[in-house]
């Protein structure tokens, strides 16, 4: 009887020689300091995650915090992809470049991370100190009195309420954990359990800023490093093009981490421009 062969990722690419020569520049960058790292969608799309800028991504109106709170059935509509979307990612798994980063926090250089994603990602592949400044798929907020709901509780009660999601068809996920889904008819969204008001995933919306508290984290991290890794973000953000100016202030080293152009190149001391898994983990390798 044939036996399939169980479903592997591939293990880091290996370095190339001019990549390689790069990798041991940042080690002896980063070497003997205290490492602080901010990371983007580049970082998880080897876990099977896409980036919205990168090849092949949907050209797609993100929701805003406004449609959102609108318009209810812009608000099924999310709900029904980011439930999708969620249990997507609670089937991948850390890559090689998480695994590295979490091995150098544990090892001593890194502080913490910095994240845009909110795939949960870092924290699974054993990462501890992790600011995840564009929230989290994990958790619910209601919007009316501020509780905060586990998302496992939040995703049960909405897969009771309507079975047509066990198995959705033609459905595409999206790097916000959301994907795009036409048929909400009827749908039920589950409402706080608390005061019976409307429920958001805790994730930052287009349009909708970093919480204070959270970026003041993400900043401390920062200000209490001499050196800043970015890896697999191009920096369109603001909250992270304001880490680096922070950073780049400072004159600490950096090092830019990603496939393409970003936003911060000209002022990074070092852009290495390959994929963060390998990347990641051969820096791991030298300064572990
Ligand atoms: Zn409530």
């Known amino acids: 009887m044939a036996v399939a062969n169980p479903v592997r990722r591939p293990g880091p690419a290996r370095l190339d020689a001019a990549t390689s020569a790069l990798v041991d520049q940042a080690e002896a960058m980063l070497r003997g300091r205290t490492i602080a790292v901010l990371t983007g969608a580049g970082v998880s799309t080897d876990s ?3 980036d919205y800028r990168g090849e092949g991504a949907p050209a797609r109106s993100p929701m805003t915090f406004q449609t959102f709170l609108d318009d209810e059935r812009a608000r099924q509509r999310y709900w029904a992809g980011s439930h999708l979307g969620w249990r997507h990612f609670s089937a991948a798994e850390p890559n090689a470049g998480h695994k590295a980063l979490a091995d150098l926090e544990l090892r001593g250089p890194v502080n913490g991370i910095v994240t845009q994603n909110v795939d949960g990602l870092h924290l699974r592949a054993g990462s501890r100190h992790v600011v995840d400044i564009h929230g989290s798929m994990d958790r619910v907020r209601c919007l009316h009195c501020g509780q905060t709901f586990a998302r496992v509780d ?3 009660r909405m897969a009771a309420a309507n079975p047509w999601l066990e198995a959705p068809e033609g459905v595409r ?4 954990g959301d994907v795009d889904v036409d048929a909400v008819d009827g749908m039920v969204v589950p409402a706080c359990s608390v005061c019976a008001g409307v429920l958001k995933p805790e994730v930052v919306f287009f349009g909708e800023f970093v919480p204070t508290e959270k ?3 993400a900043a401390a991290l920062v200000r209490q490093a001499d050196a800043l890794v970015i890896a697999g973000s191009s920096l369109v953000v603001n909250s992270g093009i304001r880490l680096l100016d922070q950073a780049s202030k400072r004159r600490i080293p950096i090092v830019v981490v990603n496939r393409g152009e970003t936003k911060g190149d000209s002022r990074a001391t070092l852009k ?3 994929g963060t898994s390998e990347v990641l983990a051969g820096l791991a390798e030298r300064l572990t």
């Not at 996920?173 to 916000?176: A, E, I, K, Q, R």
Request: proline letters at 12%; hydrophobic letters at 50%.
């Open 48 to 50: 099977g995650i896409p």
């Open 154 to 156: 939040i995703a049960a």
């Open 173 to 176: 996920l999206n790097p916000d």
């Open 215 to 217: 970026f003041r984290e």
């Open 272 to 274: 290495i421009d390959a």
